[in-house]
C-alpha cells in the first residue's frame, strides 16, 4: 500500500501524525502538503519539526519569506508557494537544491508547483471535515520507500 487516509479529530491527533512522519520519513525526502486556507499544512508542518528538535514557536509559515529553514536533529527546509505568480518564480529559488539534499523538504501549496516536484515524493492532501477534524490523504509518489513508509506510519498512527 503507498497511500491511506488518517482522520485527525482534534489538534492532538495532528501532533501524533506530525510526530509519526518525523519519526517514520527519511532524509532527502520532499512531502508535498496541499489544501485550503485553514486546513492544517502550517500546523503539520510546526509538529514535524517540533519532533525534529526545533521549539514550536520558532515555526512560522513561510509565506513571505518563501523559505524557512530550521537545524534541530536533523535539517528542515519549509518552502510555501503560496504568494508565487506561478512555476517559473518558483525555480527561481532553487528548489532542486533543497531536494537534492539530505534534508527533509516541507513544501505548502504544493498543488501550484507541483510540475516543479520531484517524481519521487510524499504527498499530504488535507481536507477540512469539520471545525477541528481533518482527514489527511498520505500518498507516496514515483520510486521510494513509499510502501513501507505508509504501512508503518498507518500501523503506528492504528496503535496509538
Sequence with gaps: MKSFAFQANCLDDTERLGAALAR????GTTVALCGTLGAGKTRLVQAIVACSGVAREDVVSPTFVLCQEYHGTRV???LDAYRLQDEDEFLQLGPEEYFESEGLTLIEWADRVVDCLPRSRLEIQIEIIGETCREFRISGLGDGPWKEVVAALQKQLATA
Excluded at 24 to 27: A, F
Design 24 to 27: 517514520l520519513v527519511p532524509d
Design 76 to 78: 528542515v527546509y519549509h
